[in-house]
C-alpha cells in the first residue's frame, strides 16, 4: 500500500556518526566469515543480517566519511519498512557495544518519544569516546524512526478522507481518458502525451484508493501522488486541499 | 531484457497502438463512469501497458529514429502484442467482410496494416517466448 520511499535530509555529522556504526557491523561479517568459511556456524547467518542493513544505510548516505558525493541536497531515499529494520540493527549492534564496553546502563528512548537519549553511569574512561559515538548515533537513530513515522502517517489516510476522494479520482480519470481518445483520434500528439501522463498519474492514484468502491482490501489507503492532489484541487477538492498542504508543508521544513 | 525494433516496423505498430490506445482510454473512462470496477481494472492494464509502449514508439507518428528501445517487460510486451494482433486480425477482417465496391481506401489501407501488424507481432510474440538473456533485435 506505500509507495513509498521515505525522504529524509540528513547533515554531514550524522552521515559520519552513522558510518561509524556501520563500518563495524560490515566487519562483523568478515570477521564471521573468516572464522567460518565454510558456513557451518551460527556465526555467519548472525552477521550477514545486521551488515546488510549496514550496507544498506551506507548507501543511502552515500559511503564516504567525509563530504558528499555530489552537489545535490543530501537526502536519505528509502522504504520505510526497510528504513526501519535497518535502524532495528543498527540499535542492536549498539547496545550490545555498549555491553561489551561495561555500560551498566544504557537507556535510550522510546523510539517514538522525543525525549533525548540518557546513557548513565560506570562509563570505563578508555572507552569515553566510543561511548559518545555510539549516544550521537543512538539518539540519531531515535530521531529518523521519528522522522519515518511521521512520513509515514502524512502518506496514508482512513477510509473517511478516501471515500471523498475518491470519486473525485474517478471523475478526474474519466475526463483524461475520453480527453486522451479525443487527442489521438484528432492527432494532437503533444496534447495526447499530457494527457496520458495525467492517465497515468490517476490509475497509480485510483490504485492507492482502491478500484473497488464498496468493498476495499484496507482502511488504510495510500495519499495520491502531489501531481494530481493539484489537480483536485483545481476541481475545489478541500479534502485534496488539505492533505497537499500537509505533504508540502514537509518539503518546505525539508 | 532490452529489445528494438527498426523505425519501419514500429510505424506499423504505431498505427494499431494509436488506435487501440484511443479505445482504450474511451473504454476505461465508460467503465469508470457506469461504475464497472472488473472492466475498469482489466481496462486499466490495457492503457497502462500502452501508454508505456507508445512512450516506447514516440508518441508522434513521424519520430525520427531509425531504432525504438522497447523497456517494457516480458510480460508486458506479450500482453500488449497479443493485444495488437488482435487489432490486426479485426482490420483484416472488416475488409474481408466488406463487399468488394463498398471499400473505401481507409479500409484497404487498414487491411495492409492489419496483416504487417498480425505478422509483427506473431514474430514479436514467438521471440518473447524464446526469450534469452542475450540483448537482441527483434525484426
Given at each position: 500500500m506505500l509507495p513509498i520511499e521515505c525522504r529524509i535530509p540528513y547533515s554531514l555529522e550524522m552521515k559520519t556518526t552513522l558510518l561509524r556504526v556501520c563500518v563495524p557491523m560490515m566487519r562483523e561479517l568478515g570477521e564471521a566469515a573468516e572464522q567460518d568459511p565454510e558456513g557451518k556456524d551460527w556465526r555467519l547467518g548472525r552477521a550477514a543480517r545486521p551488515a546488510a542493513s549496514a550496507i544498506r544505510v551506507a548507501e543511502w548516505i552515500e559511503w564516504?566519511?567525509?563530504?558528499?558525493?555530489?552537489?545535490?541536497?543530501p537526502v536519505i531515499t528509502a522504504p520505510p519498512d526497510e528504513l526501519r529494520a535497518a535502524l532495528d540493527h543498527l540499535e542492536q549492534f549498539i547496545d550490545r557495544r555498549f555491553h561489551d564496553l561495561g555500560v551498566k546502563q544504557a537507556c535510550h528512548c522510546d523510539?517514538?518519544?522525543?525525549d533525548a537519549v540518557k546513557v548513565v553511569v560506570a562509563v570505563p574512561v578508555e572507552y569515553v569516546d566510543e561511548i559518545q559515538q555510539l549516544v550521537e548515533a543512538l539518539e540519531i537513530c531515535n530521531a529518523l524512526w521519528r522522522e519515518v513515522d511521521a512520513q509515514v502517517t502524512l502518506w496514508t489516510i482512513d477510509r473517511e478522507r478516501r471515500d471523498q476522494l475518491r470519486p473525485q479520482v474517478v471523475e478526474a480519470l474519466s475526463f483524461y481518458c475520453s480527453e486522451l481518445h479525443n487527442a489521438l483520434t484528432q492527432s494532437d500528439w503533444l496534447l495526447a502525451r499530457s494527457h496520458g501522463e495525467s492517465c497515468s498519474d490517476l490509475i497509480v492514484a485510483l490504485d492507492r484508493l482502491d478500484w473497488d468502491a464498496d468493498d476495499p482490501e484496507t482502511d488504510v489507503f495510500g495519499v495520491p501522488a502531489e501531481s494530481v492532489l493539484a489537480q483536485l484541487v483545481e476541481s475545489d477538492s478541500s479534502t485534496a486541499e488539505e492533505l497537499l498542504t500537509a505533504l508540502r508543508g514537509v518539503d518546505e521544513e525539508d | 531484457m532490452s529489445r528494438t525494433i527498426k523505425h519501419e516496423y514500429r510505424n506499423m505498430l504505431h498505427t494499431a497502438l494509436v488506435m487501440d490506445c484511443a479505445i482504450s482510454a474511451m473504454a476505461l473512462g465508460d467503465a469508470l463512469m457506469g461504475g464497472d470496477v472488473i472492466s475498469g481494472q482489466l481496462l486499466r492494464e490495457r492503457l497502462e501497458v500502452e501508454l508505456r509502449l507508445l512512450d516506447d514508439l514516440a508518441?508522434?507518428?513521424?519520430?525520427?529514429?531509425d531504432h525504438f528501445e522497447l523497456t517494457l517487460s516480458d510480460d508486458q510486451l506479450a500482453r500488449a502484442a497479443r493485444r495488437l494482433h488482435c487489432v490486426g486480425a479485426d482490420l483484416v477482417a472488416e475488409y474481408n467482410a466488406t463487399d468488394v465496391d463498398q471499400r473505401t481506401v481507409e479500409i484497404e489501407a487498414g487491411r495492409e496494416v492489419g496483416l504487417k501488424v498480425v505478422l509483427l507481432t506473431h514474430h514479436l510474440l514467438r521471440d518473447i517466448d524464446a526469450s534469452d538473456a542475450r540483448p537482441k533485435e527483434v525484426c
Open positions: 564516504t566519511f567525509t563530504g558528499y558525493a555530489g552537489d545535490h541536497q523510539k517514538r518519544s522525543s | 508518441w508522434a507518428p513521424d519520430a525520427a529514429r
